[in-house]
């Protein structure tokens, strides 16, 4: 499997997990948490997207961010696995989600800052291509932004999606357009 197929399952494993997040895709079950275990494998495929573009010094700092953002969505995830174990039991989950919300050391990385670094380091990668692939860009750009104003700011599942769906398109026409002038040099 090369880096743009990985890329491209990353990116559909992703979009599934928005699906399911903002909840256009019924829970299957009570005692799987899909949405995260699809937000965790794409996080982990859209690592591949570091070896899918061109070294260049920007995309070097494109692919520490990405990096940072996968182990943030990593630990994100085990958060919300471990609350979901929880069950119906609200107020235990209220407790571990006062703890978390009072250890800097579990917030920062891993809830407020770290899993938008998966945003950023994408967009980063997706701005070398700014001036050949202004609209795939583009699209890259304002749909990582879009994802975290609709989700901090609006709380907004659906806009949320919309916007998921714009950052997965540019980033899977950007990956694709590459493989393609490959094969024509």
């Not at 909840?23 to 591949?48: M, Q, R």
């Not at 609209?135 to 890259?140: E, N, Q, R, Y």
């Not at 806009?159 to 540019?170: A, P």
Request: charged share 15%; aromatic share 12%.
């Amino acid at each position: 499997m090369n880096a743009k197929q990985r890329c491209l399952i990353g990116l559909v494993f992703f979009l599934i997990s928005y699906l399911f997040f903002s909840k256009l895709l019924p829970s299957l079950s009570e005692s799987v948490d899909f949405a995260h275990w699809f937000n965790l494998i794409g996080a982990c495929f859209l690592l591949s997207f570091n070896d899918a573009f061109p070294k260049t010094r920007i995309n070097k700092e494109g692919s520490v961010l990405t990096t940072l953002g996968v182990v943030a969505h990593i630990g994100l995830c085990t958060i919300d696995f471990i609350m979901s174990s929880y069950g119906n039991n609200e107020i235990e989950k209220a407790e571990l989600s006062q703890h978390i919300s009072n250890s800097p050391l579990l917030f920062y990385p891993f809830v407020a800052v770290g899993p938008s670094l998966l945003f950023l380091g994408l967009a980063v990668h997706a701005f070398t291509f700014i001036k050949t692939e202004t609209v795939k860009s583009l699209m890259v750009i304002i749909g990582a932004v879009a994802v975290g104003v609709s989700f901090f700011a609006l709380k907004n599942g659906i806009l949320m999606v919309l916007s998921c769906l714009i950052f997965v398109l540019g980033l899977g026409l950007l990956v694709c357009k590459k493989e393609e002038e490959g094969l024509l040099s």
